[in-house]
């Protein structure tokens, strides 16, 4: 099986290097396009394929993949519409906030024949297989849905969701992983104004949110239940947490998330 990756940016970028990593490709099978040579440039020893010519690389794709900006979809669907194989290729979006029906009318060929599309949100830790990834399948098989979940479960964690609810997701996950690295920030900053060097500060506060993070993965608990273990009464924790709350720390949170949608 054969990918083309269409857009080497930050987000197309990182999902190479995170397929690189996977065992459904081998180097060979994978094609990164991309305008910029500089932006090809940073696989050029990855044993992909790499071309400007974002025809080229999904003539022979068993999946295409157009990973650019919301703005650029429409010019580079219409690019390669005509090289796309209806019957034998799958189409995969990355792009938040491009419609289903907008990419099936601009890829309209007036045959009626519609490409399995999926429309996917990932976030940029798919360059460490870390990421988390919404997949809302439009007029794919059982078996094409299955395949496009076992590719991105080799890079992080999948749910496969409705359309409607993929705007939810992005600020959630995708959106969500700027959030989570603000608060390492902060943390890191709290931690030099209590004696600690940055390097140190920053070790010690990815450690921990690591460390919460495989807990909560491992126990399966609500991080209430996980809170309570260390909130011993008139103790250090649990005067910092009603600090936090006194801020706005959840509702800053939430309100946060809501105003990505």
Not at 34 to 52: H, M, N
Not at 83 to 109: C, F, H, N, P, R
Not at 114 to 139: D, E, Q
Not at 251 to 259: D, F, M, Y
């Amino acid at each position: 099986m054969k990918i083309a990756i269409i857009g080497a940016g930050a987000m197309g970028g990182a999902t190479v290097e995170g397929l690189l990593q996977g065992r459904t490709f081998h180097a060979e099978d994978i094609t990164v396009a991309d305008p910029s040579q500089q932006a090809l440039e940073r696989f050029a020893t990855s044993g992909a394929s790499l071309t400007t010519d974002n025809s080229v690389a999904a003539e022979h794709a068993d999946i295409v993949c157009v990973v650019v900006k919301p703005w650029l979809v429409e010019p580079v669907l219409k690019e390669i519409k005509d090289t796309l194989d209806y019957k034998k290729q799958m189409l995969i979006v990355i792009a938040a906030g491009v419609a289903s029906e907008k990419i099936l009318g601009w890829l309209d060929k007036g045959d009626g024949m519609r490409i399995p599309l999926f429309l996917v949100i990932p976030n940029t830790a798919i360059a460490v297989k870390s990421s988390m990834t919404f997949i809302v399948p439009i007029g794919a098989s059982e078996e094409q849905t299955k395949t496009v979940v076992g590719i991105f479960d080799e890079v992080g964690s999948t749910i496969v969701t409705a359309e409607h609810q993929l705007a939810s997701g992005t600020t959630l996950a995708s959106c969500g992983i700027a959030y989570a690295m603000r608060y390492i920030r902060a943390a890191t900053e709290g931690g030099v104004e209590l004696g600690f060097k940055a390097k140190e500060a920053q070790q010690i506060v990815q450690q921990t949110v690591k460390g919460a993070v495989e807990l909560l993965q491992a126990t399966g608990h609500h991080p209430e239940e996980e809170i309570d273990k260390v909130t011993t009464p008139g103790g250090l924790t649990i005067r910092g947490l009603n600090e936090m709350e006194h801020a706005g720390f959840t509702s800053a949170v939430i309100r946060g998330l809501k105003a990505g949608l």
